[in-house]
């Protein structure tokens, strides 16, 4: 089977053109196939993992095994002779000619081999897998010749199993001596440098699947990021919220301001939208009463690259029927507290050695829930702040948000375009320019009360309709998660769709109107009657970057978008 499967290697062969280290893989996963080894593997039960199997070693029975083998040497019967006398030992083993009992664990691993050290009959080799790195020892005296004279073939990056007791060293490394090794997959591609690791930014990104292994701390992020997503998923079914899916191709784009990507539906003929939002989507459900909806959805959005923005990206959208702004809000809270108390919790489980993120006992709490993120230290325990929008624009702009002449003037003074642009878009420029980033950016923070003409799916407020019972929260200087009352006045919801499509101020405004339609049909399902409600989404990304201490989206994106490298 081995040689049989050698042949669907494509165009690679033995001939000009391939590299030699290559060449010398090949022939090494030639050799271990006329051994009668399989290159490419096959089932493999009874398997731990690496931290489990580190987890299994009984320093008691080590140290029995070390004295009963030391004290049968020092007083051989009169048979004489010796055999299994290696560091490890075998079950069962003699020394001296003395039976000694083995009484340490054994365990199945497989890994992929990270480092290895030819003794001549001794072969050492570091494995690796999702849980971490272990030695493993491989004895000319305790293993067949047959996988013996395999591990003479084994190269850097290649996969193996390897069945051993669990031992320490003279030097105290935690050690599998071997019994058994077999070859799972053999690697044809040179592993990167041993020190510097995959260390080319774009070659990471490119090839995601080398950067997992080559670089722990890129397997540990993904590890938090879906633990991360699945304790949202927890908090949220235990709150009596039901997860559902919406469509990801539609024929209108709604639910945001954004530029979609557009594709033809040939059964139909037919132009449709990959979504930039499923808002529209689930309100319906609450229409169709589903008190509380949530959904973990991709959205996409032909739109620009940087730090914080991909054109596919994850959200957490929710909705609460008879609920309000403070209702969302109070769960986001909620869910973000509990993401990062996983984290947490995780690292001083790592710092006492556990290394097993989220594994301490259910309810177990850190001693503060801090995290790092760049040169920020983000305290999630603490209340999250309130900074009324109002409030934040007098302050940091020095006239009131109301006042057009003074807001105009400001612009004027700091730069800031006003030709053709209707006021309030005026206001919202100044507004992130200037008052948005002098939020801490350690303290989460909800900036509330924005302005009603520029939240079109928000309701406003009761007590002031110019502003909406809207808040968008801001952590580490990036805006994580917005929140509504919904609006669900179909006649209000209607003249501001209209009044959306009649905007058309700058060019950018253009463009997005190209792309906005009004959705007669959304319409009609608040004509046959949605409940109030608060509505929140999530930017998954956003808060792994933000818990897992990473700067880019694309480090937290696990195969983020990538020019062709023919045209990179």
Known sequence: ??????????????????????????????????????????????????????????????????????????????????????????????????????????VKVAGRVMLSRDNG?????????????????????????????????IDLSDIVVVQGRLMKTKTGELTVWATGLDLACKSL???PEKHAGLADVELRYRQRYVDMWANP???????????????????????????????MLQTLAGGAAARPFVTHMNALGIELFMRIAPELYLKRLLVGGMPRVYEINRNFRNEGLDKQHNPEFTMLEAYCAFGDVRTVMDLTESLIREAATLVAVGLEDAARGGGKEGALPEGALPTELKLPFGELLIDYGAPFLLAPY??????????????????????????????????????????????EKTVDPTRPTFITDYPAAISPLTRPKP?????????????????????????????????????????????????EATFRTFDADFIHALKVGMPPAGGMGLGIDRLTMLLTGQRTIRDVVLFPLMRPEAQA
């Open 1 to 106: 089977m081995g040689q049989q499967e050698q042949a669907g290697d494509g165009s690679h062969g033995h001939g000009a053109g391939v590299h030699p280290l290559e060449q010398q893989r090949r022939a090494n996963r030639d050799g271990a196939a006329k051994l009668g080894f399989r290159p490419y593997g096959e089932r493999v039960d009874g398997l731990l993992s690496l931290a489990e199997s580190r987890a299994k070693y009984d320093d008691a029975a080590n140290t029995a095994f070390n004295e009963a083998t030391a004290r049968a040497k020092a007083n051989p019967s009169s048979s004489g002779g010796s055999s299994g006398g290696s560091a490890g030992g075998t079950a069962g083993g003699t020394a001296g000619g003395t039976a000694v009992v083995d009484g340490r664990p054994e």
């Open 121 to 153: 009959k001794l072969i050492w080799m570091t494995l690796r897998d999702q849980s971490g790195d272990l030695q493993v020892a491989v004895s000319a005296r305790d293993v067949p010749d047959v996988q013996f004279a395999l591990g003479k073939l």
């Open 189 to 191: 591609v040179q592993p």
């Open 217 to 247: 701390e890129t397997a540990r992020v993904f590890l938090l990021r879906s633990r991360i997503v699945a304790r949202l998923r927890r908090v949220l079914d235990q709150r009596g919220y039901l997860e559902v899916e919406t469509p």
């Open 390 to 435: 109002p409030e934040l624009f007098e302050k940091n702009l020095g006239c009131k948000m109301t006042d057009t002449d003074a807001v105009l003037r400001v612009a004027r003074e700091r730069g800031v375009k006003t030709q053709g642009m209707d006021p309030i878009l005026v206001v919202n420029a100044l507004f992130e320019a200037f008052a």
């Open 463 to 511: 007590s002031d309709p110019v502003l909406a019972d809207r808040a968008d929260l801001f952590i580490g200087g990036m805006e994580i998660a917005p929140h509504y009352t919904e609006l669900n006045d179909p006649d209000v919801q209607a003249a501001k769709f209209r009044e959306q499509l009649a905007s058309a101020d700058t060019e950018k405004a253009k463009e």
